[in-house]
C-alpha cells in the first residue's frame, strides 16, 4: 500500500464513510481500486476463534490451542510467560490469516459475582496492567494487533448493554482506568474496544472525555477505537465521540448516515478523516505481516499446559499434596475429571486443537495405582443423591479421593452475571460427604473467579485453584497432584468469606438504569485491608511444596525526591527441600495524606526461580506513580511530603519485610483555597497558614472576648468552640464577627485569597 495520506487524498466520501463501519462480522471494508485489503479481527482473548465462514458471527471456528483463561493467566504474575504466549496466539493468528485479536481484556474484578471474571485478569490494576501490557507486547511483536477491551467500567455483565457507571473521578483515575493506561502505555495495542455500557448517560461508544480527551490526547493512544460487537448506537454520534471503526457490518444506513452527516456539515470531514486515518494504519500494518504459516499445535499445546500450571493455585494443603507415588488406589470423583471445563462461555469459546482428559492424565503419572471414577454431580441443577452414595462408596475404597469440581456454565459465563458465590448444591452435599468418607480427599476447582469455601473446605485436606485452565489443563492438574511441577501461583483476586462481605456488595448490580460504584477506591483486598475484614484467601495468597525465607530488604535512600523513584531489594530463599517458584509482591503504605487512600496498594512484584537452599536477591523499582495517588482538587497525580512504608511479602496478608522511607514532593501545586475552605484548609495549607496566621490569633483572641473571657467561653454553651470553628468556613466564623470588621467577609476572604495566589507556588 502506497502512504496513508495519499490513500487518504484519493479517497471519496463513500468511501471513508464505508471504511469506518465494517464490510462484514469480522472484517473492515476493501477498498480494492487503491489497494486497502481487509483488516480481519478475530475473538480472543485466549486462543483464535476464528469461524470457518467468516460471514458468520456465529460459525464454528477453526481450530486453535484454548490458552487458560484470564483468572489463571493472571494468578502466574510471570510477565515474560504472557508475552510467550502473546507471541503463541500471534503465531496462530497469522496462520489464520487474522491480523488483530479481539483481547485481552482488562476490566477490573470490582464484584466476584461478574459472569465474566474469568475473561479479566485481577481486582489489582497494577497486576492487571503489567499482564495486559505483556500479553500485547507479545503479539503485537509477531506482527498481530491486540485489541485491549472493553473500555471501560464494564465490570458486570448484569445489563451491560445499557447500564450507566456513575463512578467519582477518583476511583475512575485509581482503579478503573488505571490497568488500561499502564496497557496501553506500555503495551501500545493497535487496537482498544470500547464497552456497550453508559459512562455517567453517556455510551462508552460515544464518550469524548473517555475516547479522545483520556484515552488519544491524555495517554497519546495512537491506535483506533473499534466498537465492542455492536455497541454503536448513533454512528455519527460515536465518529464525534472518538470511535474510529464500528463493528460489525454491514450497515449501509450507518454508512449513509456518516455521509449525510458530512454533507450537511454536521460532523466535520476532519472528524471522519482522522478515524480513516487510524484505521488505514492498522490496516497497512496487519498487511505487512506474512501470513499463513502453520503453527505448531504440539508445541503450543505444551506451552499451554505450562501456563496452567504456573496458574493454578494451591488454597489449602496440609501435607496430603503432593501425592505419594506408592498409592495403590485413587478415587477420582466429578464429571470435570472426564468433562473438562477449561473455558468460559461466549464470544472467547475457542475450538480447541486437542483436549487433555484430567482422568487420562492422571492415568499416565499414576502409574500401576488403580484409578476408581465415579461421576459425582450431574450437568445440570437437579439434586442427584445417587450420584453422592455413589461417590462415597468410591471413595472409602480408596486411599485418596480426588475430587475435580466445575462451576457449571448455567452459573458463570459471558452475558449473566452469577447470583452467588457458592458451588451448586450437589457439588457441596458431594464434597462434604465424600471428604467425611475418606480421611485423605482433595478438592481440584475449575471455575472462573473467587467462590466462596466455607461450608465445605473444614471436609477436605487439600484444594487446588485450576481456574479454567485451558485444553491443556488436564495434564497440568496432574503434574502439580503429583509434584512433577511445584505449584506457584498466587490469586490475582481475594476470597471472601461470604458473599455479603465484598466491597460492591450494597451497590451492586443497580438500579433503575444506573450502577452506582459507591465503594469508590476500595475494591478488592483495599477494601478488605482497609477495613480490616477478615477473608477466606486474601490477595496475592497462594500455597508450595517448598517455603522461602525472606531477609536483607533494602531501599536505595531513606529520604528520596518523588521523582527519583525508589529502588528496592530483598533477598528470597528456597529454605524447603524441592525446587519452587515465589512470587514477591510489594505494596506500599502511605503513612499520612490529605485524602483517604487504601491502607496498602500493590506497587511492584517479581517471580524468581529457586532451588532447594538457593538465595536470590530481587530487585524493584518503585516509580512516582507508586506513591501517587489522583487528586480530584488538582486533577493530577499528586504526591505528598512524608513516610511511607514499603511492605514486602509473599502475599498482601503475609508482609515479611518492612522499611520506612521519607518522600519529598517536588510537584508545584497550585493553592485550592477557595471561598468556601475551613478554616483548618487555610492552616494546613502552607501559603494559606502564612498570609492568614496572623489573623487567625486576632480571631481566636476576639472569638473568646465575645464568649465572655477566655476560661468560660467553651463552658457558656457546653461545646468546645475551637474544635467546632476548625471546620467552618472562614467565611462563616467572619459572618459572626462582621461588627467588628473593617470590611465585609466576602470582600476579606477575597483579599487573602489574592495574597495566596500571589505567592510563589
Ligand atoms: C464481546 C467482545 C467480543 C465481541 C466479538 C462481544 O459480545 O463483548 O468481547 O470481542 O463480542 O465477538
Known amino acids: 500500500m502506497s502512504d496513508i495520506e495519499s490513500i487518504i487524498r484519493q479517497m471519496t466520501l463513500e468511501e471513508k464513510a464505508a471504511l469506518c463501519t465494517g464490510e462484514g462480522p469480522w472484517a473492515t471494508t476493501p477498498i480494492s481500486r487503491l489497494s486497502v485489503p481487509p483488516l480481519v479481527m478475530s475473538d480472543g482473548p485466549h486462543g483464535v476463534r476464528h469461524p470457518i465462514d467468516i460471514d458468520k458471527i456465529g460459525s464454528l471456528s477453526h481450530s486453535a490451542t484454548c490458552f487458560p483463561t484470564a483468572s489463571s493467566l493472571a494468578c502466574t ?37 461478574c459472569g465474566r471474571n474469568f475473561e479479566y485478569f485481577s481486582e489489582d490494576p497494577y497486576l492487571g496492567g503489567e499482564i495486559a501490557a505483556s500479553l500485547i507486547e507479545g503479539m503485537q511483536s509477531r506482527g498481530v494487533g491486540a485489541s485491549l477491551k472493553h473500555f471501560a467500567f464494564n465490570n458486570q455483565e448484569y445489563q451491560r448493554f445499557s447500564i450507566s457507571a456513575e463512578v467519582d473521578e477518583r476511583s475512575m483515575r485509581e482503579i478503573y482506568l488505571a490497568g488500561f493506561e499502564k496497557a496501553i502505555k506500555k503495551g501500545k495495542p493497535w487496537t482498544v474496544m470500547c464497552a456497550y455500557n453508559k459512562l455517567h448517560g453517556t455510551y462508552c461508544s460515544e464518550h469524548y472525555w473517555l475516547l479522545v480527551d483520556i484515552l488519544k490526547e491524555e495517554w497519546g493512544f495512537e491506535g483506533l477505537v473499534v466498537s465492542d460487537w455492536g455497541a454503536v448506537h448513533d454512528r455519527v454520534a460515536a465518529l464525534k465521540g472518538g470511535l474510529d471503526l464500528e463493528m460489525p457490518g454491514p450497515k449501509e444506513s450507518r454508512v449513509q448516515a456518516v455521509i449525510r452527516a458530512v454533507r450537511d456539515g454536521t460532523l466535520s470531514g476532519t472528524v471522519l478523516d482522522e478515524a480513516v486515518r487510524r484505521i488505514l494504519k492498522v490496516v497497512c500494518k496487519a498487511a505487512e505481516t506474512p501470513k499463513g504459516e502453520a503453527f505448531d499445535q504440539q508445541t503450543h499445546h505444551i506451552l499451554a499446559r505450562k501456563i496452567a500450571v504456573e496458574g493454578m493455585v494451591l488454597l489449602k494443603n496440609n501435607g496430603i499434596l503432593p501425592l505419594k507415588r506408592e498409592l495403590k488406589h485413587i478415587a477420582v470423583i466429578g464429571r470435570a475429571a472426564k468433562s473438562p471445563h477449561y473455558q468460559g462461555g461466549g464470544s472467547s469459546h475457542i475450538n480447541p486443537t486437542m483436549v487433555a482428559i484430567p482422568f487420562e492424565e492422571l492415568q499416565r503419572q499414576a502409574g500401576d495405582t488403580q484409578l476408581t471414577y465415579a461421576e459425582g454431580y450431574p450437568s445440570d441443577d437437579q439434586f442427584r443423591q445417587e450420584l453422592i452414595d455413589q461417590a462415597v462408596s468410591v471413595a472409602s475404597g480408596a486411599e485418596v479421593a480426588l475430587l475435580y469440581i466445575a462451576l457449571p456454565t448455567y452459573k458463570e459465563s459471558e452475558g449473566y452475571d452469577r447470583t452467588d458465590l457458592d458451588l451448586t448444591e450437589q457439588q457441596i452435599a458431594l464434597i462434604k460427604a465424600v471428604g467425611d468418607a475418606q480421611p485423605n480427599t482433595v478438592v481440584i476447582l475449575n471455575n ?26 488436564g495434564g497440568a492438574i496432574a503434574d502439580v497432584l503429583f509434584g512433577k511441577v511445584n505449584p506457584s501461583g498466587k490469586l490475582a483476586e481475594t476470597f471472601p468469606v461470604k458473599l455479603s462481605d465484598t466491597p460492591a456488595y450494597l451497590h451492586y448490580p443497580g438500579e433503575n438504569g444506573k450502577v452506582t460504584y459507591g465503594e469508590g477506591l476500595f475494591i478488592g483486598y483495599r477494601y478488605y485491608d482497609t477495613k480490616q475484614l477478615p477473608v477466606q484467601f486474601p490477595f496475592g495468597y497462594g500455597g508450595s511444596y517448598t517455603t522461602f525465607a525472606y531477609s536483607n530488604a533494602t531501599v536505595s535512600a531513606n529520604t528520596f525526591k518523588d521523582a527519583d523513584g525508589l529502588t528496592v531489594t530483598v533477598d528470597v530463599t528456597n529454605t524447603g527441600s524441592v525446587a519452587g517458584k515465589e512470587v514477591v509482591q510489594v505494596y506500599v503504605h502511605d503513612h499520612k495524606s490529605a485524602l483517604i487512600r487504601p491502607y496498602k496498594e500493590l506497587k511492584g512484584f517479581a517471580k524468581v526461580d529457586l532451588q532447594p537452599g538457593e538465595t536470590k536477591t530481587v530487585t524493584l523499582v518503585l516509580d512516582f506513580r507508586a506513591f501517587a495517588y489522583y487528586h480530584p482538587g488538582y486533577r493530577q497525580w499528586i504526591t505528598e511530603d512524608g513516610e511511607f512504608d514499603i511492605l514486602i511479602g509473599a502475599s498482601s496478608a503475609d508482609i515479611r519485610c518492612k522499611q520506612t522511607v521519607v518522600l519529598q514532593s517536588t510537584q508545584q501545586l497550585p493553592s485550592l483555597l477557595n471561598q468556601e475552605s475551613t478554616i483548618r484548609e487555610w492552616l494546613d495549607d502552607p501559603r494559606g497558614k502564612a498570609i492568614f496566621a496572623p489573623m487567625f490569633e486576632r480571631m481566636v483572641a476576639g472569638m473568646s472576648q465575645s464568649m465572655g473571657g477566655e476560661t468560660d467561653a467553651d463552658e457558656m454553651i457546653g461545646i468546645d468552640i475551637m474544635t467546632m470553628v476548625m471546620d467552618m468556613p472562614l467565611l462563616n466564623v467572619l459572618n459572626f464577627q462582621e461588627a467588628a470588621l473593617p470590611a465585609t467577609p466576602e470582600q476579606i476572604v477575597s483579599s487573602l485569597l489574592q495574597q495566596v495566589h500571589q505567592l510563589p507556588e
Open 77 to 113: 504474575w510471570d510477565v515474560a510467560l504472557m508475552h510467550e504466549m502473546g507471541q503463541a496466539l500471534a503465531e496462530e493468528a497469522n496462520a489464520l490469516d487474522v491480523g488483530v485479536l479481539l483481547g485481552p481484556g482488562n476490566n477490573m474484578k470490582r464484584t466476584p459475582l
Open 448 to 473: 472462573g473467579s473467587a467462590i466462596v469455601v466455607g461450608e465445605w473446605i473444614q471436609h477436605v485436606n487439600a484444594v487446588l485453584e485450576a481456574w479454567m485452565m485451558g485444553q491443556a489443563g
